[in-house]
């Protein structure tokens, strides 16, 4: 039990598109989804949590009109990069919490490759 | 400065052997988190423990809250535990439910 998803694993895309992932808990709610950020040789930096019904509470320094979060349901929240730079290449970690003991789970992780 | 801190970043061992890797923070915690992270990114929650000591197989982790510091324990270390281990402390409080603030992670490599 507490199964979180991502789609996709990996992504490659032009400079300038957008791309969006999503996290999804295959069995258990999550009323609280948190998105990360980790560069090579780095640790999990948190972007932003999700919290359903509502807006997301971003950290200091991340761009909201550029990583769109949207928590539509109580078991899907995406990320959207939009209009996408090399920089933004990087490996972006959901995670849910919930389940029976209301712990944080983490999904697989997205690649983002931008060209 | 990084709120928790691992020591040591860098692990080699020989399969067998008894291994240790710690996390020191430096603000009162509602919980701390052990994290495994292998080579394909994926990350495993090993253990959340606020209190005492929890054991799984091979691993073992404590926390001394008077002390802010706590230890991951893996023993007969294995090649397949080659990953990185990550501590992250937990917020507890408010609006910050759930958010972690994460160690730099300790690269544990265990040779045959």
């Known amino acids: 039990g507490a199964v979180v998803s991502q789609h996709p694993s990996r992504v490659i895309c032009k400079s300038g598109t957008s791309v969006k992932i999503e996290c999804r808990s295959l069995?258990?709610?999550?009323?609280?989804m948190f998105w990360y950020r980790q560069f090579p040789k780095q640790s999990l930096m948190l972007m932003a949590t999700s919290n359903e019904g509502s807006k997301a509470t971003y950290e200091q320094g991340v761009e909201k009109d550029k990583f769109l979060i949207n928590h539509a349901s109580l078991t899907l929240s995406t990320l959207t990069v939009t209009s996408a730079h090399p920089e933004d290449s990087s490996f972006y970690i959901c995670?849910?919490?919930?389940?029976?003991?209301?712990?944080?789970?983490f999904g697989p992780g997205t690649r983002l490759t931008v060209t | 400065k990084n709120e928790v801190e691992q020591s040591p970043q860098n692990l080699t061992a020989q399969e067998g052997e008894f291994i240790t890797i710690n996390c020191s923070y430096s603000v009162g915690i509602s919980a701390l988190h052990w994290l495994q992270q292998h080579p394909g990114g994926g990350i495993v929650s090993l253990f959340m423990l606020s209190s005492g000591k929890k054991k799984h197989g091979r691993l073992i982790a404590t926390i001394n809250i008077q002390e802010k510091h706590s230890s991951l324990h893996i023993t007969a270390s294995h090649p397949r535990d080659s990953a990185v281990y990550i501590c992250a402390e937990l917020n507890a409080g408010g609006t910050s439910y759930g958010k972690l603030t994460f160690g730099q992670g300790t690269i544990l490599t265990v040779h045959p």
């Open positions: 995670s849910a919490v919930g389940g029976v003991r209301n712990e944080q789970y």
């Open positions: 069995d258990f709610q999550a009323t609280t």
